[in-house]
């Protein structure tokens, strides 16, 4: 999996993993990779600090162990309503998609994906829920997954 920081024509930036940069490419040029605020299809990268690996022979700094946690800010309420506004409509419509789209297996998720990456199961696209624990696992064995924060549904 690879990482990209991304722009749209608007400006915002967002960021983006791809299981490889012709992987990003091929759906750049389908018009499937869009702006998480705006829909924008007018995406490019933004630049990127690259990630240096220390020298084997070097002791690397171990940072105190802390939760990741993202944030936003904006420069009024109202401003920030409209942006909270803007990702629960975008995030609606990628449930709505997954739905759709893929086999919910509920809470067997990890059992699943690890039956289909083996070839014990039928490939095929499946979503449900799995512990942080079960996903960093899953990711470490190359399993190809995305945690995606699901909004409720209007009806639940």
Sequence with gaps: MIVFDLKCGEGHTFEA??????????QKEMGLVTCPFCDSAEITKAPMAPNVAAKSNQ???VP???EPQNHMAAGDSGELSKMVAEAEK?????RQHVEKNFEDVGSNFAEEARKIHYGESEERGIYGESTK???????DEGI?????????????
């Excluded at 993993?17 to 091929?26: D, H, I, L, V």
């Excluded at 975008?90 to 990628?94: E, H, K, S, Y």
């Excluded at 624990?133 to 990711?139: K, Q």
């Design 17 to 26: 993993w791809f299981k490889s940069s012709s992987a990003y490419q091929e």
């Design 90 to 94: 975008f995030l609606t419509g990628v």
């Design 133 to 139: 624990e079960e996903t960093v696992e899953l990711m």
């Design 64 to 66: 105190k162990a802390q």
């Design 144 to 156: 190809n997954v995305l945690p995606i924060p699901m909004p409720k549904k209007a009806d639940a």
């Design 59 to 61: 002791k690397a700094e």
